[in-house]
């Protein structure tokens, strides 16, 4: 019997067992009531209400202008949705990087509002304080490096991080940093998965990727992506697993036709 099949509800320490028992972790993001309830029930382990959801729940270019209370009324949909999914609240940027003291107060602000189960914040040893402070209250926290989208402006582009040796051995060292602080899991986006692999083999804690590679213990995907709804989004690691995009088109063109001929609604859809 597999770790995750056998829980009522996932918890931080669930994930830490899968990873002892080299069992994956799968994660799904989730912005709303009616999306998460499906993502729960088929099983999906962890759902992170990311702040993703600034650019496919909002269609803003990055994930800078999402709020606090943005960010908590997506997370609470979510809450409201899920009896078994471990549920990760992303800190939206400006949250968390200034002040410890208000990084806490807006962890705790999360936690009392919505009712997930944890929070994830993007960045290593230059956020190590916030980290520190927030898991003095009790709030479990899910690390992030690699690509992190709020530092988008620094980047420059999307492009895979830590190609370079200096990069490399800066992210090894702000996961073990964030290891030790006491995060239960770390997310590494869009790196080499030769170097994903190793931080894996060399962290306790799961190692979650999106665009690195197999040899991590868990991977994530934007919801909105692998089911195809956004059909100008097609980077190398992304696996779509349907195309809505061109299911839904042709159902709201036949929705059209049906009400401008008339054959909808019919005598059995009136009352
Ligand atoms: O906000 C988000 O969706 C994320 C995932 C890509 C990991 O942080």
Same mark, same amino acid.
């Given at each position: 019997m597999s770790v995750h099949s056998n829980v009522k509800r996932v918890t931080t320490h669930t994930l830490q067992a899968m990873k002892n028992a080299g069992q994956k972790i799968s994660m799904l993001t989730g912005y709303d009531f009616s999306m998460a309830r499906i993502i729960d029930a088929a099983g999906v382990d962890v759902i992170l209400v990311g702040d993703s959801a600034s650019n496919?729940?909002? %269609?803003?270019?990055?994930?800078? /202008?999402?709020t606090l209370d943005q960010m908590i009324y997506h997370a609470s949909s979510v809450v409201r949705a899920c009896k078994r999914s471990l549920i990760v609240v992303d800190m939206p940027? &400006?949250?968390?990087? &200034?002040?410890s003291k208000e990084a806490l107060s807006n962890a705790i602000k999360i936690m009392k509002e919505t009712g997930g189960h944890a929070v994830k914040l993007e960045g290593g040893q230059e956020i190590i304080e916030s980290i520190n402070r927030i898991l003095t209250a009790g709030i479990p926290v899910m690390g992030h490096l690699g690509l992190? /989208?709020?530092s988008i402006y620094k980047f420059g582009t999307y492009v895979v991080r830590a190609k370079e040796e200096e990069e490399a051995i800066r992210l090894i060292e702000d996961a073990k940093a964030l290891e030790a602080a006491g995060c239960f899991a770390i997310v590494l986006e869009k790196i080499p998965a030769e170097l994903a692999t190793k931080v894996a083999q060399t962290i306790s804690i799961p190692i979650i990727g999106i665009g690195a590679g197999? %040899?991590?213990?868990g991977q994530v995907l934007v919801v909105h992506d692998m089911l195809g709804i956004n059909n100008e989004f097609s980077p190398r690691f992304l696996r779509k697993y349907n195309n809505l995009y061109e299911q839904m088109m042709i159902a709201f063109q036949e929705y059209i036709k049906d009400v401008k001929s008339g054959d909808f609604p019919n005598e059995n859809e009136q009352y």
């Open positions: 496919v729940m909002a %269609g803003h270019e990055t994930t800078l /202008p999402i940027f &400006g949250s968390y990087q &200034g002040n992190t /989208p709020q197999n %040899g991590v213990d």
